[in-house]
């Protein structure tokens, strides 16, 4: 992982059958911070990004089983008006659809092309509302529940939904309902803040407009789509209780992994891979399949695997990030893959067959 680019890589595996008495395991390698040096903390925080929409869609669920609401209403039962326009429809798109990304709402993500953008808009982060108004101005990729597309706006409307639903904010649901039973102590949401706790390896990202790595370790982006701060081990005891079984009751776990398949633009990184309700479903190399989510935000990458029972899962973390082409991204991409699904069937005792 290192040689594909990655300034700083911690990985954690946490349970499993082949050492059940060893407990989590975690290596790290590389540098924390290009400046000093400093050694990469075994047990640092970084920004999870996308794995916030796994959290995001276990408190849909939840609250789908209390019938507080259901995974068939349209978005204009809950959010009335928001969703029109060019084709868009909130009247014909269901709270499944934004969890399996089958809405068909196209994906105007804004991002950071430069180190000058970067330090030009780090600060000053769009509002979901205006995130979901700058989508709407495309019509829709395909119609609700005809296609797949990966969708950071349908989580921005998820979490307005949770709030709705609720009366509180996602997050706040989140941590009551998800951090403080699993005592997820070192998963957070940083509100206003741009900084992530310490220890932490400082993120770096690889701009194709300068030739040296800048460090973007202070960002405020903290919307439902990515905007939780976690640990690997955090991550891994989420994981773990999720698929086995100790978080959402049997049906609605069963929603959860109902799949879809990929289009073919995420086929590529995820050959085979399929989507559920905020969960992906991947191939194992030593056979069968494992759940994971991973995420992407500018300075970080990580990816994980957890088996379909729980019993095993593994994170890592790379401090650095790609914005020069989906090409440079691939190799540390599938670095990651590799290493998390080696271990995975090593916990498993089940061989490992290379690709």
């Given amino acids: 992982m290192r040689a594909t680019g990655a300034v700083g890589v911690q990985a954690r595996v946490t349970g499993g059958r082949t050492t059940p008495a060893s407990g989590p395991r975690t290596v790290t390698s590389g540098t924390a911070d290009i400046r000093t040096g400093r050694a990469v903390p075994a047990d640092g925080y970084f920004r999870i990004a996308s794995n916030t929409k796994t959290f995001v869609a276990t408190v849909v669920l939840q609250l789908s089983a209390e019938g507080k609401l259901a995974l068939d209403d349209t978005v204009e039962r809950w959010l009335p008006g928001l969703v029109r326009g060019n084709g868009n429809d909130g009247r ?24 000058a953008q970067y330090y030009a808009k780090r600060f000053d982060p769009y509002t979901p509302r205006q995130l979901v108004e700058r989508a709407l101005r495309h019509r829709p990729d395909f119609r609700p529940g005809k296609g797949w597309a990966y969708s950071n706006v349908g989580y921005m409307l998820l979490g307005m939904v949770i709030e709705k639903a609720t009366g509180r904010t996602w997050h706040a649901e989140v941590r009551e309902r998800l951090l403080k039973p699993l005592g997820l102590r070192h998963t957070y949401h940083p509100g206003g803040s741009p900084s992530v706790r310490t220890p932490h390896a400082r993120g770096y990202q690889r701009f194709a407009t300068a030739p040296k790595l800048v460090d973007v ?83 970080y990458m990580s990816r994980n695997a957890v088996t379909d029972d729980g019993r095993a899962a593994v994170t890592a973390s790379m401090s650095t990030e790609w914005s020069t082409s989906a090409a440079d991204t691939l190799p540390q991409h599938r670095a990651a893959i590799r290493m998390v699904t080696r271990e995975l069937c090593a916990r498993r005792d089940l061989p490992y067959r290379q690709h």
């Fill in 92 to 115: 014909r798109i269901t709270l499944r659809h934004l969890l399996q990304h089958t809405s068909g709402i196209h994906d105007d993500y804004p991002g950071f092309d430069s180190a």
């Fill in 217 to 299: 370790t202070l960002l405020k982006d903290a919307n439902a789509s990515g905007g939780l701060i976690g640990t690997t081990a955090d991550l891994n005891r989420f994981f773990r209780a999720l698929l086995g079984g100790k978080v959402l009751k049997p049906a609605q776990l069963k929603e959860m992994k109902r799949t879809v398949p990929l289009n073919k633009e995420f086929q590529v990184p995820y050959p085979g891979a399929r989507y559920g309700l905020g969960l992906m479903k991947n191939k194992l190399p030593c056979g069968g399949w494992y759940w994971s989510h991973g995420g992407d935000e500018i300075g």
